[in-house]
């Protein structure tokens, strides 16, 4: 969305939505911003079985922020995404990035309260493999007024980050950042579950408050929720880390 717009998709009834980038040159980024610029605000539903979002990058990857397939819920805007009834969103390619809340690092006053939802046994699947260095990073709430929240709720809703990258054995490529410096808010309830799955590379992370004075909640509730982090290197620093 533009400053001061308001735009909304609604996908449905078996519908798919395709992203996916050339193979040619650099054009190695595609994404989706809902709520981009100030002022914005954007929804993005994606409802009933079948009904899907796929954004796929192919080619290499040339640097952090450059490249890798993207999905952002509220870069500067008020943004909002709805994954429900067995509906489906889905990022491949070697490095992707999911994020509900970037915030602006310059501004003073604080974002919109920028949401996802994946309810009622959808999926969000990162599945970022086959590079060499970046992975998979979801983030809630990235700069210092940025104020974010992702709910996964009702049994067999799934929320997967995915990171098996070649040669990363030394790479963290599954992370899930909640607070990386503004306010951020994951809530795993009724049944949910929520993986972070290293493969063999580098330790899965999970960080909730990572920088002075950021602001991170985590709430798992209702019986069958869940909350993995899962490697199978067995040299990966103790396995999952954890920073609270």
Request: hydrophobic share 35%; glycine share 18%.
């Amino acid at each position: 969305n533009r400053y001061g717009a308001s735009g909304t998709i609604d996908i449905a009834k078996g519908g798919v939505l395709e992203i996916r980038n050339s193979i040619a040159g650099n054009e190695n980024a595609p994404r989706m911003n809902v709520g981009y610029l100030a002022g914005s605000v954007g929804v993005v539903t994606v409802d009933g079985s079948g009904s899907a979002i796929n954004i796929t990058q192919v080619g290499g990857v040339y640097g952090y922020d450059r490249g890798g397939a993207a999905l952002q819920v509220g870069k500067y805007g008020d943004g909002t995404l709805i994954v429900e009834n067995n509906a489906q969103v889905n990022l491949t390619g070697e490095y992707g990035l999911f994020r509900v809340s970037r915030g602006d690092a310059s501004a003073y006053d604080s974002a919109p309260l920028s949401e996802a939802f994946i309810l009622s046994g959808a999926d969000v699947n990162m599945a970022m493999t086959g590079g060499t260095y970046y992975g998979a990073v979801a983030m809630i709430g990235r700069h210092a007024n940025a104020n974010g929240r992702l709910i996964v709720d009702g049994s067999g809703s799934t929320f997967t980050v995915t990171g098996d990258n070649v040669g990363s054995s030394d790479s963290e490529t599954a992370r899930l950042l909640v607070a990386r410096q503004g306010q951020g808010e994951l809530v795993v309830t009724g049944g949910a579950d929520v993986l972070i799955d290293s493969g063999d590379d580098k330790r899965p992370v999970l960080s909730v408050g990572m920088l002075n004075a950021s602001f991170g909640t985590l709430s798992i509730a209702g019986g069958g929720s869940t909350l993995i982090l899962q490697t199978t290197n067995s040299d990966a620093d103790g396995g999952g880390f954890i920073s609270v």
